[in-house]
Antibody
Framework: QLQLQESGPGLVKPSETLSLTCLVS??????????WGWIRQPPGKGLEWIGS???????YYNPSLKSRVTISVDTSKNQFSLRLSSMTAADTAVYFC????????????WGQGTLVTVSS | QSALTQPASVSGSPGQSITIPCTGT?????????VSWYQHHPGKAPKLMIY???IRPSGVSNRFSGSKSGNTASLTISGLQAEDEADYYC?????????FGGGTKLSVL
């Protein structure tokens, strides 16, 4: 059974860069049919797609966040990572990682999510 | 890109049916058959309920069904049960991106 687990700091200061990692177990991140994505949910609000990466390193990002987002992949560790720069209070959210079916754009496996709070 | 439009809340009694609409544009919902739906119980991982507008993944109850007409996709839940109470999100492909709906809170009265 595929499992995804997010890890990273729960607290980030304003203007700093958030770094999160998603460890994939029970399957290879290099399997060709899938992208690997990040999605977030601010408190009391809906889901927002951040971006996704293919195991080859090909990425695509939410246009509204593109200038601040970098997603990378480490196939040797079977994990992928998110960096979000210039954090503000508006970036406070639960961050989820998920597997995205490549051709049809749906997310079939999700991590439990990790809460990131932006505060000084 | 703008979020897809969903009602903030819907409600129904056990055994009844409800439908949650998800309205987009011809650039997303209306232009492609790549609409998916997710059930989210707060504090848990979202669960895929429908993909490609109408397809149920293995293990999802056949009480859940999806459809689309024009720029509006819909999720219908029949025979409402208490455990269906959750937040529901639609999601659509749009060229070069992916967009979610604002979410709908389903209350089972």
């Amino acid at each position: 059974q595929l499992q995804l687990q997010e890890s990273g700091p729960g607290l980030v200061k304003p203007s700093e860069t958030l770094s999160l990692t998603c460890l994939v177990s029970g399957g290879s991140i290099s399997r060709g049919r899938y992208y690997w994505g990040w999605i977030r949910q601010p408190p009391g609000k809906g889901l927002e797609w951040i971006g996704s990466i293919f195991y080859s390193g090909n990425t695509y990002y939410n246009p509204s966040l593109k200038s601040r987002v970098t997603i990378s992949v480490d196939t040797s560790k079977n994990q992928f990572s998110l960096r979000l720069s210039s954090m503000t209070a508006a970036d406070t959210a639960v961050y989820f990682c998920a597997r995205e079916e490549m051709a049809e754009t749906y997310f079939d496996y999700w991590g439990q999510g990790t809460l990131v709070t932006v505060s000084s | 890109q703008s979020a897809l439009t969903q009602p903030a809340s819907v409600s129904g009694s056990p055994g009844q049916s409800i439908t949650i609409p998800c309205t987009g544009t011809s650039s997303d919902v209306g232009g492609y058959n790549f609409v998916s739906w997710y059930q989210h119980h707060p504090g848990k991982a979202p669960k895929l309920m429908i993909y490609d507008v109408t397809i149920r993944p293995s293990g999802v109850s056949n009480r859940f069904s999806g459809s689309k007409s024009g720029n509006t996709a819909s999720l219908t839940i029949s025979g409402l049960q208490a455990e269906d109470e959750a937040d529901y999100y639609c999601c659509s492909y749009t060229p070069g991106s992916t967009v979610f709906g604002g979410g709908t809170k389903l209350s089972v009265l």
